[in-house]
Nanobody, 116 residues
């Protein structure tokens, strides 16, 4: 079965950096686009970044463009989210996502808190 396991969240000061990881299994990782979403308290879940399969074309939400970088390692079956210049408004639970065989699959999420 599809499994997505996020890690790397934590507490960071404004302006700091974090790198999130998502280890995937149960499907042919290299052939599927992967995404990172986030959900802040009281808000809807929103798409942060997406990376296509082969070739690795990336897209970002306007709120993170220029600060976040999504990447993938098709040997390690892992997708990453490098987050720089973090702001308090980046505080949220971050989720890894794949749309596989007609269904969305999610990890358990990892909390990112940006605060001084």
């Amino acid at each position: 079965q599809v499994q997505l396991v996020e890690s790397g969240g934590g507490l960071v000061q404004p302006g700091g950096s974090l790198t999130l990881s998502c280890a995937a299994s149960g499907f042919t990782f290299s052939t599927y686009p992967m995404s990172w979403y986030r959900q802040a308290p009281g808000k809807e879940r929103e798409l942060v970044a997406r990376i296509r399969s082969f070739g690795g074309t990336t897209t970002y939400s306007d709120s993170v463009k220029g600060r976040f970088t999504i990447s993938r390692d098709n040997v390690k079956n892992t997708v990453y989210l490098q987050m720089n210049s973090l702001k308090p408004e980046d505080t949220a639970v971050y989720y890894c996502n794949v749309f596989w065989r007609g269904s969305d699959y999610w990890g358990q999420g990892t909390q990112v808190t940006v605060s001084s």
